[in-house]
Each structure stands twice: as C-alpha cells, then as structure tokens.
C-alpha cells in the first residue's frame, strides 16, 4: 500500500494554527489544536525530565462548505503535509 501525504498551507499565531489551505479549500480550527509530541530518543542518562519534541498538531477544523474533519499535520522537509485525517 502506498500512502501519499498531502500538502497543507498553516497560517499561526502566537505559534498555533488559526487557519489552513487544504486540498484547495479555506479551513479554520474549531477547537483548540493539540500538539503532537514525542520524547527524545537519545539523551544523557543525566537528563532526568527531557523535553518533548513538538511533531505537528492535531486540528478539528471546519472547511467553508460545512465540511467536518479532525487532522493530524507534521513539518517534513520545512513544509506541513497532512499524516492522517478522520472524516
């Protein structure tokens, strides 16, 4: 099987996203988008309590059509694609 990632456009404040492009069409977030997380893989044994590293967020947003999705949206090479959508 082969899974395509798709392109998104996200438009932040205050480092959250408040609007996107996707698949041609205006979206804004409904709820407040939860960031996407996950531990470092490799650090000093010494480092007790280590930092999450931000991955993308998930967004339940609402298209200009009345459309409904939730989506998870992660940085690959500088840009923001869609990694899995619930409709």
């Excluded at 099987?1 to 996200?10: G, N, Q, R």
């Excluded at 044994?45 to 409904?68: M, N």
């Amino acid at each position: 099987m082969t899974i395509m990632l798709e392109a998104v456009s996200i438009w932040e404040q205050g480092g959250v996203p408040v609007r996107l492009v996707f698949r041609g069409e205006r979206w804004r977030p409904v709820d407040t988008p939860i960031p996407l997380a996950r531990e470092p893989e490799t650090l000093p044994a010494a480092v007790t309590h280590p930092p999450a590293q931000q991955l993308g967020w998930r967004i339940r947003a609402c298209s200009e059509s009345d459309e409904l999705v939730t989506i998870d949206i992660v940085q690959v090479d500088g840009g923001w694609v869609v990694d899995h959508l619930w409709a």
